[in-house]
């Protein structure tokens, strides 16, 4: 999820029509690309092996999974910079490219267990996802209305979310599929934040940053609607 400022210059909203079009065109045209990407990428390395070993490593210490976590955060504040720069286009597409290669590597374990022992998730959870995202984002064309006003709310969250989450690391315990739930809706949150963002605040120029700022809030909801299904199918 990227909280940065989208920078200066002819923000989207006061471009003429054509022009918003062909900035929300690009932006959606990079977010389909990022996601085929990612898709690709997944199931390249799992075919490789690599979901595997990647649970072998994770087990070798619960803190493990903080130091991946920790490792991701700093990828992740760097890429979103690079895709924010002004400097060139080619940095802008190697902070995106970069944010996508991490965004595998942290989901490896996550879709190996889906894979091996739920396999009918990974499809519905890409499905439900889609809906909801497809659903936010008509919400925030046909109301037009600016959500920035929620974006310190959703810090604040960001925040208690990731103290729970370290602390069930550090103390080995299950947040179990309601926290799940609760962050369905808070990346529903982000989602609507972050599109609300696009069509306000970023500038005509900006459409790589736009498009990782999106893909990052829709891969985290997938996490958590994979790990809602494979909850609620462990309880059956």
């Not at 490593?57 to 619960?62: Q, Y």
């Not at 995106?96 to 991490?102: D, R, S, T």
């Not at 960001?158 to 799940?180: K, N």
């Amino acid at each position: 999820m990227s909280y940065m400022n989208a920078g200066s210059g002819a923000v989207v909203s006061q471009l003429p029509a054509e022009a918003r079009a062909g900035f929300i065109r690009r932006t959606y045209t990079h977010l389909a690309g990022a996601i085929a990407l990612f898709a690709l990428l997944e199931a390249t390395l799992i075919n490789m092996g690599a979901g595997e070993i990647a649970m072998k490593v994770l087990s070798t210490s619960k803190w493990s999974w903080l130091f991946v976590l920790g490792a991701f955060m700093v990828v992740g504040m760097l890429a979103d910079k690079w895709a924010h720069s002004g400097a060139s286009r080619e940095l802008q597409y190697a902070g995106l490219g970069l944010y996508i290669v991490a965004d595998a590597i942290v989901f490896l374990p996550l879709i190996y267990m889906a894979n091996t022992f739920a396999p009918g998730v990974l499809p519905n959870a890409a499905l439900i996802t889609g809906a909801l995202v497809a659903g936010i984002t008509f919400v925030a064309f046909t109301t037009k209305k600016d959500f920035s006003f929620i974006g310190p709310a959703l810090k604040i969250g960001g925040f208690v979310a990731l103290g729970l989450i370290v602390a069930s690391i550090a103390f080995g315990m299950g947040l179990g599929m309601w926290f799940s739930a609760v962050m369905i809706l808070f990346m529903g949150g982000c989602v609507l934040y972050t599109t609300s963002n696009i069509i306000h605040h970023y500038n005509e120029e900006q459409h790589v940053a736009a498009s990782l700022a999106l893909f990052a809030s829709v891969a985290t909801m997938f996490w958590y609607v994979v790990q809602f299904l494979m909850a609620f199918a462990g309880d059956d």
